[in-house]
């Protein structure tokens, strides 16, 4: 068992548990994170089977879903995965991990500064269709649209516990896609495969209790760790860029 298999793991169960407390955050949390271990479309890869694995949570949410607002986003939001994926498997490693950076800084500067932002007129259609489309684009390339999507979501569903099943349900159409796109696509290594068997019974635990405490855990608190991780991260990946 060697030292980076280990952190990988860490980096999983921690990621995926704050998911499964919120409906977000496990990809934008461990992408930057597992690239600088293993690079970048091998991390997305990897993390692609545990997002869509958080799927399972779909079955104890779904009757929580504001499908007023799923259902327009369905559409847009697969398609937006399909050209996402197909980006990331052409796309040179180099170019993904600045676009990475700049999906991360994007997100920072939003949260800090403009922390009250939000989409307009979020009950139209063409609304939704385009967050579901940008969404679905960065999910597919770099596996952390749902920024994206969560901004929308916020402002279009009023309840906690619905905008955290709507959630869970649209990264179910993301995963299924780009599960669907990247096999055939030979995305999957045989070590990120090896990684996937490693952490998966550690990652089945994790949900298994966030899904227990999400009612108790305050939103600010995770918000303020995913801003610190993400950070770091982001420095570390432009140091690396620039070396």
């Not at 600088?36 to 799927?55: E, T």
């Not at 403009?114 to 259609?125: L, Q, V």
Request: proline share 2%; glycine share 8%; charged share 10%.
């Amino acid at each position: 068992m060697t030292l980076e298999v280990i952190a990988s793991t860490l980096i999983i169960v921690t990621a995926f548990f704050g998911e499964a407390v919120f409906g977000f955050g496990g990809g934008l949390i461990s992408i930057p994170l597992m690239t600088l271990l293993i690079g970048v479309k091998d991390a997305v890869s990897l993390i692609l089977l545990f997002q869509f694995c958080m799927c399972l949570l779909i079955f104890k949410s779904y009757k929580q879903i504001d499908w007023q607002v799923a259902k327009p986003m369905t559409f847009t939001v697969a398609i937006g995965t399909i050209v996402g994926t197909f980006w990331l498997s052409r796309a040179s490693p180099k170019f993904l991990e600045e676009f990475l950076v700049f999906t991360i800084l994007l997100f920072l500067i939003k949260s800090l500064w403009f922390n009250h932002f939000t989409f307009k007129n979020t009950k139209g259609a063409l609304t939704a269709a385009i967050a579901g489309l940008g969404g679905g684009v960065i999910s597919g390339a770099i596996g952390t649209g749902g920024p994206v999507i969560t901004m929308y979501l916020t402002e279009s569903v009023k309840k906690k516990l619905q905008v955290r099943a709507t959630l869970i349900y649209l990264f179910f159409v993301i995963g299924l896609v780009r599960i669907t796109v990247a096999i055939p696509e030979h995305l999957y290594s045989k070590y990120v495969l090896q990684l996937a068997i490693f952490a998966a019974l550690p990652f089945l635990v994790s949900i298994y209790f966030g899904q227990h405490i999400y009612k108790k855990v305050k939103d600010e608190y995770y918000g303020v760790g995913i801003n610190i991780l993400l950070a770091v991260s982001a420095i570390i990946l432009i140091f690396k860029l620039l070396s």
